[in-house]
T-cell receptor
Framework: GAVVSQHPSRVICKSGTSVKIECRSL??????MFWYRQFPKKSLMLMAT?????????EQGVEKDKFLINHASLTLSTLTVTSAHPEDSSFYIC??????????FGPGTRLTVL | AQRVTQPEKLLSVFKGAPVELKCNYS??????LFWYVQYSRQRLQLLLR??SRESIKGFTADLNKGETSFHLKKPFAQEEDSAMYYC?????????FGQGTILTVHP
């Protein structure tokens, strides 16, 4: 089956610094990837849709200047949390969509901002 | 706007008992619905989608447009079914997830 990886799996950073999270589709090409945020024992909240070769589309209430998304190739999307603060601490999950319109999810990245 | 509701946060059953995880949706168009499962310390994975009408790991789900429901059922639950289950609706290429139901199957 299709595999999506995320790196790093967990990261701890100081308040005010920026953190980059990578999402890769390992055995298929994905023109569209998605970034979600998951709070403990709660649902996944879609943050943005990442489109290869064009600007990301952000959901209402998500600050695009804070959560920078780059989708430079058909297998890689990156999410950069800029000037991170403790309230940005969360579990970030990406998914990649196949041509059959099925989304495959990465294992997630645990971000802790001190 | 679309909405997916899973009314039960927690559901506990004994091994061998039937299980039903409820999912209701609101959507103005023709819905495309999914069930995703997340086992402990594992990633979210697709369990089934309504258009394929298949049974995966003994689970089935039928779309009921009259009741706007897509409940997940299994006649005989197994301990390895214990996990978090999410119902999701696809609209304009984006998934909207329900709040999730934690299923615990006791021996």
């Amino acid at each position: 089956g299709a595999v999506v990886s995320q790196h790093p799996s967990r990261v701890i950073c100081k308040s005010g610094t920026s953190v980059k999270i990578e999402c890769r589709s390992l055995d298929f090409q994905a023109t569209t990837m998605f970034w979600y945020r998951q709070f403990p024992k709660k649902s996944l909240m879609l943050m943005a849709t990442s489109n290869e070769g064009s600007k990301a589309t952000y959901e209402q209430g998500v600050e695009k200047d804070k959560f920078l998304i780059n989708h430079a190739s058909l297998t890689l999307s990156t999410l950069t949390v800029t000037s991170a603060h403790p309230e940005d601490s969360s579990f970030y999950i990406c998914s990649a969509r196949t041509f059959a319109d099925t989304q495959y999810f990465g294992p997630g990245t645990r971000l802790t901002v001190l | 706007a679309q909405r997916v509701t899973q009314p039960e946060k927690l559901l506990s059953v004994f091994k061998g008992a039937p299980v039903e995880l409820k999912c209701n949706y609101s959507y103005s168009g023709s819905p495309e619905l999914f069930w995703y499962v997340q086992y402990s310390r594992q990633r979210l994975q697709l369990l089934l989608r309504h258009i394929s009408r298949e049974s995966i790991k003994g689970f089935t789900a039928d779309l009921n447009k009259g009741e706007t429901s897509f409940h997940l059922k299994k006649p005989f639950a197994q301990e390895e079914d214990s996990a978090m289950y999410y119902c999701a609706l696809l609209s304009y290429g984006k998934l909207t997830f329900g709040q999730g139901t934690i299923l615990t199957v006791h021996p």
